[in-house]
């Protein structure tokens, strides 16, 4: 059984409710031991302010400097 431990996070909210969570992660155990992600996650504030998340509004990414830092130029320029 894989478990997630969430090592860091920021939250950037955007339009009325909405936000975005850009996390660093864990998964622990299984067959591969620990492997560390960056996790890019959409949700929104419920009326009490908590998080929720949106099901299948996630991507992970690989922590490869080369491969982040080609990701965040592409942004950029798009």
Known sequence: MVEFETINFKTIPFGKRNFIEVARKKAVGGSRGETEFISLSRGYFKQDDTKQFQKG?????????????????HLMEI
């Open 57 to 73: 509004k996630s991507i992970t990414l690989p922590l490869d400097e080369n491969v982040r830092k080609e990701i965040a130029q």
